[in-house]
Nanobody, 113 residues
Framework: VQLQASGGGLVQAGGSLKLSCVSS????????MAWFRQVPGQQRERVAT???????EYLNSVEGRFTISRDISKMTMYLQMTNLNLGDTAVYYC????????WGQGTEVTVSS
């Protein structure tokens, strides 16, 4: 099952964006879901995770600025990103915490100065 992220775009530093991911996998309460990001030429990194019960974990560099959430009834996961900086520029992907599903195309986030 491929998970498709959306909601990316071009935003100025300090701005906000909200990403979405819709998939039946998200409705599985046994699975911890996650957002990842990748800069071309670099390894993909896990940005945030959320369990079905709402337990969340974040990459240190986004802690306090990003909020991950999950609506099981809508089979949707979100990533609210605020106070964006140049270092957040990347392609963002959604997947299970262990990246067990096929990667989708991701959604590109570009932060400009």
């Amino acid at each position: 099952v491929q998970l498709q992220a959306s909601g990316g775009g071009l935003v100025q530093a300090g701005g906000s964006l909200k990403l979405s991911c819709v998939s039946s996998v998200i409705a599985n309460t046994n699975i911890i879901m996650a957002w990842f990001r990748q800069v071309p030429g670099q390894q993909r990194e896990r940005v945030a995770t959320v369990s079905a019960r709402g337990f969340r974990e974040y990459l240190n560099s986004v802690e306090g600025r990003f909020t991950i959430s999950r609506d099981i009834s809508k089979m949707t996961m979100y990533l609210q990103m605020t106070n964006l900086n140049l270092g957040d520029t990347a392609v963002y992907y959604c997947n299970t915490r262990g990246a067990s599903r096929e990667w989708g195309q991701g959604t590109e986030v570009t932060v400009s100065s």
